[in-house]
């Protein structure tokens, strides 16, 4: 096929789109493949379309490979199934949700885990219909807080999804195991830099869910990675490795401590250390001697509220969205001064172990970083004004609830695989794999007769990719300064050629190529504009980014024509009758 820009339903823009964050997003619209329409809603143009097409082939191939078989939900849902698993309340805010004439709720899908469930109950009731993996490239709806940068987080867009269907763990695990394999080939296609992160925690060694994150500054996920490579996660689901405990015998009796003028940790720790009878023998105390509790306040889906204290190294912070993964669907936000006022057993500035706890005066429920180990010994608050203790020793003199990973992840924590250095990164989420389980199977009960005619609930996997998400991941990791920079495999076409003068030879000579290069098995942009200088011609061929370039210019009439690398910008001259096989061979060697 030859798209001519002539008549293509095409405009490049000289000026950047004044809301546009980021690289892609800004190329996407300058380039004429994408426009808004709302926030987070996006018209793909014919260029987008044809990239957005490339990215479901790819990914249709590999989930074909795996044996998917590919149908296709609505994305208008009734409200019941959402209902029966608690997600028509615990997706909040982010669902659309609607009414129809008779008044009845209906929804539209953010994800389709309901739909896939009940279609299978609805068509298979033995063991012999499983295993099954079924998936769909269908658009999906999220009235997401924060729509940004273009179509990389949109309140709109294209998921492919797909679920798997076994009657044993087993086969979960080699559904599970297919899917990463495939997703491996779709991101390696793309040609992304990605990393395959552990995104729950506690799923160390197994893996039951894994993110791939597309490596990018501007990504919203941050990760870390272990200096010696064994280890990737999210940071949501870094595991820390408990310290050893400490013998609590020996360690010097708690001490209730007047610390006037003492406004940041820093001025609390030097009065330690400056006061000859609260001096560690061993060293000095630091901001990490200290245990800082942070109260905040969960809201539950149903909208109920309830208070948590974290208690967390005083040389650390707590990371909201951290904390927000071990407590979810619930959300997190620091206590209100109204909120802070109804427990009076808390003081401000100096609250302590000794007021927090289920079983003590405020009730609130109290957890603590793993680091807070039995045998640790601590400067906290002593829940008197003016007041801190020390000396205050974890399993001796304070018992936590327990537990939580809620303190933001530094470089240099320990992997908690082989205790090497964690470094950061950013990235963006192109895929999530996921071992669901039993969950929704019985909650719309989905079970098959086993060979004994035994009833089994179904164990299901869930696996996504971003497919306009993973358009804009691409054009953002290959765009450089003078544009987009396809790869072959989703470049809106194979190559583009441009007629580079105004004579009517020029222009004959280009369409005549162009035609040639497509009877060829090609597809091919031909830049046949009249009244366009050769200048702004060139320009618009790199902004589009189509990964090579045949200009057709003044040499036309020696015979020659020059091809052009868009990402290399490398240029050579060839014999215009050469031409369709030096661009064919470019074609196939670098796919
Ligand atoms: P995120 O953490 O980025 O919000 P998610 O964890 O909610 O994503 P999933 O429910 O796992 O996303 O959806 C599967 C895939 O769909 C994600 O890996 C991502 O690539 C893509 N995706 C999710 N939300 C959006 C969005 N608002 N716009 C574009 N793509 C999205
Ligand atoms: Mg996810």
Redesign the pocket.
Known sequence: MVLKMSSLFLRTLREDPADAEVTSHRLLVRAGYVRRVAP?IFTMLPMGLRVLRNVERVIREEMNAIGGQELEFPALLPREPYEATGRWTEYGDTLFRLKDRRQADYLLG??HEEMFTLAVKDLCSSYKDLPLTLYQIQT?Y?D?AR?RAG?????E?V?K?SYSFDVDDDGLRAAYARHREAYIKVFDRFGLDYVICSAVSGAMGGSASE??LAICDIG??TFVRCANGDYAANVEAVVTPPPAALPIEGQPAAQVVDTPDTPTIETLVDLFNTREDLRRADRDWAAGDTLKNVLLMLTLPDGKREPLAVGVPGDREVDLRRLEAQVAPAEVAPMSEAEFAQHPALVKGYIGPGALGEKNPSGIRYLVDPRVVDGTTWITGADEPGKHVVHLVAGRDFTPDGTVEAVRVADGDLCPIDGGALEQARG?????I?QLGRKYAQALGLSVLDQNGKAQIVTMGSY???V???LAVVAEQTADERGLCWPRELSPADVHVVAAGKTEEIRAGAERLATQLEAAGLSVLLDDRKDVSPGVKFNDSELLGVPTIVVVGKRLADGMVEIRDRKSGSKEEVAADAAVAVVQNAVTTSR
């Open positions: 987070g953010p994800t999906k999220r997401e729509p179509v990389l987080r949109g309140r867009f998921m999804d993110e791939f919203e996920d963006i989420e192109i895929g999530h996921f996504g990719i971003g306009t998400r993973a």
